[in-house]
């Protein structure tokens, strides 16, 4: 009977100990895959393309839409790109309703975001009579609120030469072969870039002559296809045709972008973007240039080469979310398990 009873509290004891064992290799695992992942992470940092700064001067004309933003910001913003070797000038477009700041080759025109592609069409409020046609050779659309780096600039644009038909950027949206447009998920991307269904407009560059081709087309044909505060990205992106987003500068996590170096953001607004009816007039957009035929893209199939790739990354992000939750919650009940054994008096 005692020896029944010894033999019991060995294999309990022994059973313990398997746990024990189990539940300390399991965070060793866990914490050997958490450095491997910052390693990825760092690994994956896309840096600039190394290139002299002077031989891209005075190749970029900036649009650059306001709206009651505050003055000094604004400001700020402008002194910086005017300070840069490629920018030759920054066109500030102020909607009617907001102050008026004063600077230079500043347009004023309806408060209506699908206007900010062509400021010539609307004249000066400080200037010339009328606004100067842009001469440079790339033209590019910025937001208010943050400050791109100069290297980011000429990197984009030394892209551009080589793609000049189509709208080049660092941040864009899934797009699914369906016409759903998918405002949670970047897509990943990689050296070289990746085509996307549409990229975003605080950071859009293209050749002055292809932008000019774009906006007539959307003014004369599809202006009524996006409103008048929201969606004038997607139609011209659709109207491009070909949007690629580009790699310089993002921190990425299994080709994933988790936040980019070369991008300054002054300000923290992002109210609008977050409200449930924008996203539902961004998918209505997209969905009625899907109709028109502007949509069809190609099936996630193996790309052509690197330039060519159309990456989607849509709903299995909530899985990954899932399984890394479900790892958390194993990995401290494994914790757990392995502090209740080293507490208990069998273990000393």
Sequence with gaps: MCAQKIDGVYQSSMANVVVFIAASVWLLATFTVFIVSIAMMLCSYYRLTPMPVESFRGYLTLLMPTFNRDIEVVKSIVDAYRAMSIVDEVILIEFDGGHHLGLPNTVTMPNDLRNRFAPYRFPLITGPEVCP????????????????????????????????????????????????YVSTHRPRIRAGGVRVGMLLTWCAMATTKR?????????????????PLNGEDIAVSRLFGECYMHEFGWVCWCGLPMFNTEVRFLTSDFALSRKPYFV?????????????????????????????AMVYFGSRREYIVAILFAYLLFSVACARIVWIYRKSPGSE
Aim: glycine content about 4%; aromatic content about 6%; hydrophobic content about 35%.
């Design 211 to 227: 932008m000019r081709q774009v906006e007539t087309t959307f003014r004369n044909r599809y202006w009524s296809f996006a409103k």
């Design 133 to 180: 046609n842009v001469t440079t050779e790339a033209i590019m659309t910025v937001d208010d609120d943050c400050l791109l780096s100069e290297a980011l600039l000429c990197s984009l644009y030394e892209r551009l030469v080589l793609r000049p038909n189509a709208l080049h950027g660092i941040e864009g949206r899934s797009i699914l072969p369906s016409g759903d």
């Design 280 to 308: 539902q007039e961004r998918k209505e957009i997209a969905l009625r240039f899907h109709e028109v035929n502007l949509m069809k893209v190609r099936p996630t199939t193996r790309p052509q080469n690197k330039h060519e």
